[in-house]
C-alpha cells in the first residue's frame, strides 16, 4: 500500500485556473473521496494524479518518490472511468486479461490471475461471456477487474457508478466498500454525489471552484462544516441557512433573532460576535409545533414513506425540514 501527497498543486488551461493550490495527504489504504458540483476540477485533479494531465505547479509525490514527471506507465495507477469501454468481442476473461497480455505475461498466469480477479469480483460464473450478455453493473465490474488485473498500488475512479440505475448504484456502492476491505488498496473516488461520497469515504475531500472547500471524515463535514458551501453540499435535503442579528447587550447570552418581516423569532444563545451572522439548522433537527416557534408557509410536501419532507416559506427564504415516520 502506497499513500500519496500533493502539495501547493495548481492546474491551468491557458489563462483559466481550475486547480488552486490543492495540499492533500493520502495515507496509504486510505478510502478518499472527491466531492463537489460538477466542473468544480475533480476529475482534473484525478488525472493529474494518474498523470495523464500535467501539473501546472506544485508537488506530487507517491509514497516518498517525487513523481510529477513520472510517466504513467511507471506510477503503479490504474483508472476507471464512468464509461467502461470495454472490448465487445473479447470474453469477459480476456477483457480482465488484456493489461497482462499487453505486459507480456505467461498465458497460464494470466488465466491465473483472471481467476483470482473474477472471484473477488464474484464474477467466475459468467467469466466466459461477452460484454453484450451481461448487466451495466456487471459491465463496470469487469472494468474494475481491468484496473486492478496489474496490482495497481493506487486505484482511482472518476464517477464510476453515474451510468447505472438507482438500484445498481446501491449494490455496486456496498461492493466497491467491500472490495476496498478486500484489497486493502489506496482508492481516489471521484463523485458529484455527496450521499456515495458519505457512504464511501474514511476521508472526503470537498472542492469548490477548484479549492478544496474542506477536508475531514463524513460525520466531522456534517456536524462540523467549516463554511456554508460545505454545510449546504452535506445532508440531504439541505442545511437551511438563515441571515441572523445578533443582541450582545445581555451580559452571558446573546440574543439572536431571526429577521422577517412581522414574525420575528428571538432566542438566547451562547454568541460572541456582533453584528449580521448566518444561522445553519439541518432539517431533521427541526419539527412542527403549535406553540410559539417559527411561522412560515407550507409549499410542498414529500411523502418518502420513512421520511416526510416539507418545504416552507420563512419570509422570501425557502426553508425545509424533514420529519421522521420512523418509531
Ligand atoms: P469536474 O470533474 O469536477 O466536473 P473537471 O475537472 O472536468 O470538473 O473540469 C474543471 C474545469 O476545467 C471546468 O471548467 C472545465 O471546463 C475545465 N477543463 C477541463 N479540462 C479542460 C481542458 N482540457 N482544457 C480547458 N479546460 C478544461
Ligand atoms: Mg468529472
Known sequence: ?????????????????????????IKPGEFVVFVGPSGCGKSTLLRMIAGLEEISSGEFWIGNKR???????????????????????????EN??????????????????????AEVLHLNNIIDRKPCQISG????????????????????????????????RLEMRVELARLHKQLAATMIYVTHD????MTLADRIVI?????????????????KPANT????????????????????????????????????????????????????????????TDNGGIRGLVNRVEHLGSDTYIYWHFSALLSRFRISNRA
Open 96 to 117: 480482465i486479461g488484456f493489461p497482462l497480455r499487453l505486459a507480456k505475461m505467461p498465458k497460464e498466469e494470466v488465466q491465473q490471475k483472471v481467476m483470482t480477479i
Open 194 to 197: 455527496q450521499v456515495e461520497a
Open 207 to 223: 472542492l469548490n471552484n477548484g479549492e478544496i472547500a474542506q477536508i475531514g471524515t463524513p460525520l466531522d463535514l456534517y456536524s
Open 229 to 288: 458551501f460545505v454545510a449546504e453540499f452535506i445532508g440531504s435535503p439541505k442545511m437551511n441557512i438563515f441571515p441572523v442579528e445578533i443582541d450582545n447587550s445581555k451580559a452571558d447570552n446573546a440574543s439572536v433573532r431571526l429577521t422577517n418581516e412581522g414574525n420575528d423569532f428571538t432566542f438566547d444563545a451562547p454568541v460572541q460576535t456582533n453584528g449580521p451572522l448566518q444561522m445553519g439548522i439541518r432539517p431533521e433537527h427541526m419539527s412542527p
Open 67 to 93: 513523481a510529477d514527471q513520472l510517466p504513467v506507465s511507471d506510477r503503479d495507477i490504474a483508472m476507471v472511468f464512468q464509461s467502461y469501454a470495454l472490448y465487445p468481442h473479447m470474453t469477459l476473461a
Open 1 to 25: 500500500m502506497t499513500g500519496l501527497s500533493l502539495k501547493k498543486v495548481c492546474k491551468k488551461f491557458g489563462d483559466h485556473s481550475v486547480i488552486l493550490n490543492v495540499d492533500l495527504s
Open 137 to 168: 453493473g456487471q459491465r463496470q465490474r469487469v472494468a474494475i477487474g481491468r484496473a486492478l488485473a496489474r496490482d495497481p498500488k493506487v486505484i482511482l475512479l472518476d464517477e464510476p457508478l453515474s451510468n447505472l440505475d438507482a438500484a445498481l
